[in-house]
């Protein structure tokens, strides 16, 4: 039996860099994400047809003015337990603003009630901002018919320009793995930095600190027949007052016993577009994602759009491929 990957589209954006309003703040997130699963559930470690899986992600937005770039790994062990660790660094145009951060994950495999699974996870690391703020640029700085001065007071205060903090999150997933069943539900929560890391940017009393981040996601795994699977899937993400909701699908179209097909799409509601196509080779995923922004009035206009190229490598230890595995992975 070829290993399987699942993969799904969705379209996330990152919406402010230093909120005047930190309730508002938005994490960077990929649009691939099922690339980075640990960024979205933790409880995702390791839900590959398989013992061992990395990956990278690159992602360019705003026409270049933010980069974020993934890597992650993950192994899957014998002892109801996967371990995972995951590196995300964005910066936005010219270094002005730097985002990085770096978890280690374990998740726990071993509850199940017959085929029906349900895994629960923990992850710690460490989240890294700073600032170059004589790179930066205000409004204040701007004259009508002269441009921008960066000689001119912007006005704003800062209290520091780097913050380093000790973050925490934990996550909870359920899924079907009935075999023979055509159907598979799977979903789960998670959040995100549940230490509160403090916001030092704007205030020195310590009472800016980043919101929780809630994710719920769902979807189900529809076997048409050996040839064709199709997901849909549904995604509500909550940090302080802003939200995103996603829906969408994909379609797996198996073309060979080692290689697949798939594209499929999500809609952001009220924002964005993202289309995806990608194949599977002998355990190499290679994935293509171009977000359109549905506020664009103008249509040539790409200064809101984004694209990311991602690349993940799935197998198993000693190259001991199984012939059946009746897992039904739920991850996207």
Not at 13 to 32: C, E, G, M, N, Y
Not at 188 to 210: C, I
Request: charged share 15%; with cysteine.
């Amino acid at each position: 039996m070829k290993t399987r990957i699942p993969v799904i589209v969705a379209a996330w954006l990152f919406t402010a860099l230093v909120p005047r309003v930190v309730k508002a703040q938005i994490d960077p997130h990929f649009s691939q994400y099922f690339i980075q699963p640990m960024t979205l559930n933790p409880a995702l470690t390791g839900a590959v047809d398989g013992t061992y899986r990395a990956s990278a992600i690159w992602r360019s937005q705003y026409g270049n003015t933010l980069t974020t770039m993934g890597v992650a790994g993950e192994v899957v062990t014998d002892k109801n337990i996967n371990f995972g660790v995951n590196l995300l660094h964005q910066y936005s145009a010219g270094k002005a603003y730097k985002f990085t951060n770096g978890y280690i994950t374990a998740a726990y495999t071993g509850v199940q009630f017959g085929d029906h699974h349900i895994v629960m996870a923990l992850q710690a690391g460490v989240l890294d901002r700073r600032f170059n703020i004589n790179a930066l640029q205000f409004g204040d700085q701007w004259t009508a018919g002269v441009g921008y001065n960066p000689a001119a007071n912007s006005g704003e205060i800062f209290y520091t320009s780097a913050a380093t903090a000790f973050d925490a999150g934990a996550g909870l997933v359920y899924y079907d793995g009935s075999p023979n069943k055509r159907v598979h539900f799977f979903g789960g929560y998670s959040a995100f930095h549940l230490t509160r890391p403090q916001d030092p940017y704007l205030s020195n009393d310590g009472k800016q600190r980043l919101p929780i981040r809630h994710s719920i996601h769902a979807g189900a795994r529809i076997n048409v027949n050996e040839m064709f699977d199709i997901v849909p899937n549904a995604l509500y993400m909550r940090q302080g007052n802003a939200q995103e909701k996603m829906l969408g699908a994909y379609i797996q179209l198996s073309a060979s016993p080692t290689t697949d097909i798939m594209f499929g799409a999500n809609v952001r509601l009220n924002d964005a577009f993202s289309p995806f196509a990608g194949f599977y080779h002998k355990g190499l995923t290679v994935g293509l994602s171009y977000d359109v922004s549905s506020l664009d009035k103008n249509v040539n206009s790409t200064g809101r759009n984004s694209m990311e190229v991602s690349l993940s490598f799935t197998g198993w230890r000693g190259n001991d491929v199984p012939e059946t595995k009746p897992f039904y992975c739920p991850r996207f």
